[in-house]
């Protein structure tokens, strides 16, 4: 059996954190080591290890936990600009093996760069 994730132990409420936003699918909470001034963390109560993991009957989920980031962002004034990311394994920079995306703004972003 694989280990728990600390978000696992988080929704669990083994753990405490910064929860900013439940509901019966996810949460959303402020990371713990912010790499913007808005860094909020949406995260499914299914624990799925990674976006790659998921399959056709998560669809309805990812897009709920897209529409959850969004009114994040929203609500956080961040909405004009922000970035969503989900790191997808351990070469890509995840480090907690239970699918999550990083809703990051509040602040002006270089363009990505992806052409070059």
Do not use: W
Request: include cysteine; charge should be negative; aromatic fraction near 6%.
């Amino acid at each position: 059996m694989a280990d728990v994730s600390i978000f696992t132990r988080i929704i669990n409420g083994e753990i405490s954190a910064d929860i900013v936003f439940e509901d019966e699918h996810c949460i959303v909470l402020n990371d713990l080591h912010p790499q913007a001034p808005v860094h909020m963390l949406v995260i499914p109560r299914k624990p799925l290890v990674s976006l790659a993991d998921a399959e056709n009957e998560d669809a309805p989920l990812l897009g709920h936990l897209l529409l959850i980031a969004s009114k994040m962002a929203k609500k956080a004034g961040i909405e004009n600009g922000f970035r969503l990311i989900a790191n997808n394994g351990a070469a890509a920079g995840q480090s907690v093996f239970h699918l999550h995306f990083h809703v990051l703004g509040g602040r002006q972003y270089a363009e990505a760069g992806l052409n070059q």
